[in-house]
């Protein structure tokens, strides 16, 4: 069973940065599809990076130029990298994977198509 544990949440003033990261537990490979998604209240979860074995990466439109995603294999740990922190940023941050590889779900942040979830790491900026 894949656990996946999240930690670098915290708050900070706009215009700031953070790093999150993910560690992944039990088995999982590097073909495995892995992505960051958020939840503020009263919203949708939305998807905010993702990224593949090869290394391509997908993110959502209001994060792009300001955040990155990425991933070590070896640490089976992800990451994402978020500059230039907005207010509207602020949310519960989620890691998940694929079990199978769906790589349509992956660049779609199609949630169904994700297995594994964590419990989430919050990020609250201030203006």
């Known amino acids: 069973q894949v656990q996946l544990v999240e930690s670098g949440g915290g708050s900070v003033q706009a215009g700031g940065s953070l790093r999150l990261s993910c560690a992944a537990s039990?088995?999982?490979?590097?073909?495995?599809?892995m992505a960051w998604f958020r939840q503020a209240p009263g919203k949708e979860r939305e998807g905010v990076g993702s990224i593949v074995s090869d290394g391509s990466t997908n993110y959502g439109d209001s994060v792009k130029g300001r955040f990155t995603i990425s991933r070590d294999n070896t640490k089976n740990t992800l990451y994402l990298q978020m500059n230039s922190l907005k207010p509207e940023d602020s949310a519960m941050y989620y890691c998940?994977?694929?079990?199978?590889?769906?790589?349509?779900?992956?660049?779609?942040?199609?949630?169904?198509?994700?297995?594994?979830w964590g419990q989430g790491t919050q990020v609250t900026v201030s203006s």
């Open positions: 998940a994977a694929q079990k199978y590889g769906n790589r349509w779900g992956c660049s779609s942040f199609a949630r169904p198509t994700f297995d594994y």
């Open positions: 039990g088995y999982i490979t590097s073909s495995y599809c």
